[in-house]
């Protein structure tokens, strides 16, 4: 019987960490093994403007960023075998989020026109507090639009009512981990993207790509993310039609238009092996299934 591997993402050397001002990143990146250079920050935020973060702050020693980020990107492309493309993650609202990462998603576009390029962006509350928040996220989708393959779109609003159904109190790291644990559903290493002679070598991503984005016009997509002990074909089915937002702004009923959807399963499987009276398990087995 043949064993199945599981695979893990723990190596967090590839990652580029990038903030206007250093208090943020800095504390996300305690306790992470990072290269040196890897973590890009200055010393300003940019007051949730779109304006600063895409065009940056004109002072001596605060215009950087841009520079920086591209040049680390650089580096650690010229470190890969094989360079197939990059996920961007970053906020609609916030100046640096929005600006910057519009600004730095048309930089790789121009740099590397060939190579893939997903943007994983998280939209605001229909209520926030950012007088600016609706201009952000305007002004970022446009430059997503014309510059990335996909875009990987969560709303703030789901993932709160779906965490408040489950829990009283929500916090933002309860809310950062449902977005991370969708995210790495649809990233890690599946079973059928895996050579039979060794280990992934991270095609998941791109797949994605060939499957929900054929077309470069229609190129949002929408990540829901189920963890249940036991479920069914048909309760799959239903909980996904469910999860699908169907809804504009004003609360209107919209009608729904589907491209495509890929569903990627991930489950333990237990097989226990009786050798010479012992036991032995087999852990975690990785499906994908496209429909």
């Not at 208090?23 to 890009?40: E, F, M, P, Y």
Request: net charge positive; glycine share 8%; charged share 25%.
């Amino acid at each position: 019987m043949k064993d199945t591997l599981s695979y893990t993402m723990m190596e967090n050397k590839d990652l580029l960490h990038v903030d206007s001002e250093p208090k943020v990143v800095q504390k996300a990146c305690k306790g992470l093994k990072i290269r040196d250079g890897n973590i890009v920050s200055g010393k300003r935020g940019r007051g949730t403007n779109w304006a600063l973060g895409y065009h940056g702050l004109k002072k001596s020693g605060e215009d950087h960023i841009l520079e920086d980020t591209a040049n680390q990107v650089r580096k650690e492309i010229e470190r890969c075998d094989m360079y197939s493309g990059c996920i961007m993650m970053h906020s609609l609202t916030g100046g640096t989020g929005s600006g910057l990462g519009s600004h730095l998603c048309e930089a790789m576009r121009e740099e590397y026109p060939m190579n893939h390029l997903i943007s994983c962006t998280v939209a605001p509350c229909l209520t926030g507090e950012s007088p600016l928040q609706n201009y952000n996220a305007l002004l970022t989708l446009s430059y997503l639009q014309r510059n990335t393959d996909c875009v990987v779109l969560t709303y703030n609003d789901d993932v709160l009512g779906k965490l408040q159904r489950k829990m009283e109190s929500v916090s933002f790291d309860a809310m950062n981990t449902s977005i991370a644990s969708a995210l790495g559903g649809v990233f890690l290493p599946t079973d059928t993207m895996t050579p039979k002679s060794g280990p992934s070598i991270g095609m998941e991503p791109w797949e994605m790509i060939r499957s929900v984005c054929p077309l470069p016009a229609n190129k949002f997509v929408q990540v829901h993310h189920i963890a249940k002990r036991q479920l069914s074909w048909a309760g799959l089915q239903k909980q996904m039609s469910q999860g699908i937002r169907r809804h504009d702004s004003k609360g209107n009923v919209v009608s729904l238009y589907i491209m495509s959807i890929r569903v990627i399963i991930r489950f333990t499987e237990k097989k226990i092996i009786e050798k010479k009276g012992e036991y032995s398990k087999i852990g975690r087995k990785l499906k994908r299934l496209t429909i």
